[in-house]
């Protein structure tokens, strides 16, 4: 089952924080953030496992909610560099099996 | 380090043809599994090779079909080609450490006429 990414775009000026939402109707493994630039090959950000904690870097973060099948990605202060489509990939029950992406959320940073 | 790379980076079939895509893993990564990415659209899973075996497989028809080799590079395979296999085809290599996430190639946009 596709996870449902919301919102479907984004536009922020540089320094502004946002969320990208990420929820699934099955019970989750793990969830995995992607960017992907316009013309290019998504690049791997962050995975979250169930049971794990919350992961980050810089001024990325990212969060997994089992219980309610949820994980949300932050985005704060954010670079004309953090432009691109972020996608979640989510893996369903003991692990181990292929990632189900969803739609994606565009998101543009404005100077 | 290379990084993941794909041939050709650009194809134009027609319908009912065939065509093969190849990939060469990142350095030190074993496991290949290749998506279909339409357009606006996430990636689709289409398989996955582990020791030269189909490991997984998504919801795609017998006309996609795959290999690895030895040297874990992987090409993927499409008979019959339909106006709707036009897509990008991501390659993604990934070792035993699934922590790490996967990491994608350039892709390879095929256009079916």
């Known amino acids: 089952q596709q996870p449902v990414q919301s919102p479907q775009a984004v536009i922020l000026r540089e320094g502004e924080d946002a969320v990208i939402n990420c929820s699934s109707s099955?019970?989750?493994?793990?969830v995995h953030w992607y960017r992907q630039k316009h013309g290019e090959a998504p690049v791997f950000l962050m995975i979250?496992?169930?049971?794990?904690e919350q992961k980050g870097h810089e001024k990325i973060s990212a969060s997994f909610n089992e219980k309610k099948q949820q994980s949300s990605l932050y985005l704060t202060a954010s670079q004309l560099s953090y432009s691109g489509t972020y996608f979640c990939g989510t893996e369903g029950g003991a692990g181990n099996t292929p990632l189900v992406f969803g739609k994606g959320t565009r998101l543009s940073v404005i100077a | 380090d290379a990084g993941v790379t794909q041939s050709p980076t650009h194809l134009i079939k027609t319908r009912g043809q065939q065509v093969t895509l190849r990939c060469s893993p990142k350095s030190g990564h074993d496991t290949v599994s290749w998506y279909q990415q339409a357009l606006g659209q996430g990636p689709q899973f289409i398989f996955q090779y582990y020791e030269e075996e189909e490991r997984q497989r998504g919801n795609f028809p017998d006309r996609f079909s795959g290999h690895q080799f030895p040297n874990y590079s992987s090409e993927l395979n499409v008979n019959a080609l339909l106006l709707g296999d036009s897509a990008l085809y991501l390659c993604?290599?990934?070792?035993?450490?699934?922590?790490?996430?996967?990491?994608f190639g350039p892709g390879t946009r095929l256009t079916v006429l």
């Open positions: 099955k019970a989750l493994y793990s």
């Open positions: 979250l496992l169930k049971g794990g």
């Open positions: 993604a290599s990934s070792s035993g450490t699934a922590l790490a996430g996967e990491f």
